[in-house]
């Protein structure tokens, strides 16, 4: 397990992020962050903790992802009823990230320019916004520089949901309910998990990504949050700023823009 999701010391967040820039555009990105829920058959006992908005009874499978499609850290088995948001607050993954403990590289420049940034994960409107996470500007009506923010967002993080989108197509448990102990799914996600990154680093698979994305769409289940951004700080709404001025300079801009 460890050859295949070690954990993720400051050269490999540097070389991720590299990848990032120069597959997806997105510099001093460490990974795409976003949340599947896998539907099983209602556990015995287990009231209302499982039934999601889909109406489906679901665990949660948390993941962050490289620029290639490959999982870096997982989080596994948190009730369907819970927000992608609300189970990276409370995950180890999340809290090692709030408490500076997960290795992440010191801020550096972005490309071409003396504006220091910190390095990120990027995630949809359910994510909160952080210094350490970057999520879309809310709204419908945003000026021109904030949606090309969103757009470039948009491109990097839709990795996570490439990823799930690989793993279902080869891992069928993902495309039928599941009946089984919620122990035992748990392992089982976890192992499909591992297996997807062992048969794409040790068999040369490579990643079929798509070159252009549409500008996110803000989903119905996701339409009522806040648009103010919860609880970030001003640190975290400056450095989004940051990324946003820099995709709007001539620094960060790229040809199809």
Partial sequence: MPEVMPTPTKEKWRKIANDFETQWNFPNCVAAIDGKHVTINKPANSG???FNYKKTYSVVL???VDAHGNFIAVDVGSFGKESDG????SSNMGKRFQNGTFAMPEDAPLP???????FVVVGDEAFPLKTYLMRPYPGQNLDDAKR??????SRARRVSENAF???AAWCRMYCRTIHANPENIDYLIFSSCVLHNHIRTFHGVTPAYSASSSEDQVSPCLSKLPAQGGNSSRN???????FKNYFNSTEGLVPWQ
């Fill in 165 to 167: 989108g690989m793993l």
């Fill in 148 to 153: 090309i923010f969103n757009y470039r967002l």
């Fill in 86 to 89: 609300g189970i990276f607050a």
């Fill in 62 to 64: 948390l993941a962050l």
């Fill in 112 to 118: 071409g320019t003396n504006q220091s940034a910190p």
């Fill in 236 to 242: 975290a709404f400056n450095a989004r700023e940051s």
């Fill in 48 to 50: 209302s903790k499982y």
